[in-house]
């Protein structure tokens, strides 16, 4: 099936670093691409909407400027969390739709898990 | 976006069927039914999806009701990979098509 790559899995960084994670559909081209963050025991909260070649839609409550995105090609969409605190510490996931082929399903990447120090 | 309400946690026992109620009263003729899963640790996974028919795949079958105000994920014969939370998520036909996930059904299954 369909594969979403992110990459890295985990990432520690200190307080005011910026850390970027990247977002790569394998197999197919993904005209959007949605980023997620997810705290522990909590679910999935939608962050962005992310399409090739125009800017990021933002959820209501989700800072742009902290939370920079960037869909540069039909198969790559990075997320950089910005000057990173400790309360940004969570589990981001992506996930992508084949703008080509199949509307039915979505495809996750594996999450990329970030610790702030 | 239109609201799903589901349990907060279910159990069963290995090699048992299973059966993930949802309930989406304000569902919209445009919205289909999605049904995803998270094992621990990992990204969501998709299961199943359908507008009004029931459907069936090999990992699960989905069974729509006639007003299409709930639905229920069958699990035929669990086994313990199946532990997982179970999301049930409407999904719009046209625009971005993007997933709202609500709080899922945490599922317990016992050796």
């Known amino acids: 099936g369909a594969v979403v790559s992110q990459h890295p899995s985990r990432v520690i960084c200190k307080s005011g670093t910026s850390v970027k994670i990247e977002c790569r559909s394998l197999?197919?081209?993904?005209?959007?691409m949605f980023w997620y963050r997810q705290f522990p025991k909590q679910s999935l909260m939608l962050m962005a909407t992310?399409?090739?070649?125009?800017?990021?839609?933002?959820e209501q409550g989700v800072e742009k400027d902290k939370f920079l995105i960037n869909h540069a090609s039909l198969t790559l969409s990075t997320l950089t969390v910005t000057s990173a605190h400790p309360e940004d510490s969570s589990f981001y996931i992506c996930?992508?739709?084949?703008?080509?082929?199949?509307?039915?399903?979505?495809?996750f990447g594996e999450g990329s898990r970030l610790t702030v120090l | 976006d239109a609201k799903t309400t589901q349990p907060n946690s279910m159990e069963s026992n290995e090699e048992e069927p299973v059966h993930l109620p949802c309930n989406h009263s304000?569902?919209?003729?445009?919205?289909?039914i999605h049904w995803y899963r998270q094992l621990p640790s990992q990204g969501p996974e998709y299961v199943i999806h359908?507008?009004?028919s029931n459907v069936n795949n090999r990992m699960a079958s989905l069974a729509i009701a006639e007003d299409r105000k709930s639905s229920t994920l069958i699990l035929h014969r669990a086994t313990l990979r199946d532990a997982a939370v179970y999301y049930c998520i409407l999904r719009r036909i046209q625009g971005a098509q993007k997933l709202v996930f609500g709080q899922g059904t945490r599922l317990t299954i016992n050796p």
């Open positions: 992310s399409n090739e070649g125009s800017k990021a839609t933002y």
């Open positions: 304000t569902i919209s003729g445009t919205d289909y």
């Open positions: 359908g507008l009004t």
């Open positions: 197999d197919f081209q993904a005209t959007t």
């Open positions: 996930s992508a739709r084949d703008g080509f082929g199949r509307t039915g399903e979505l495809f």
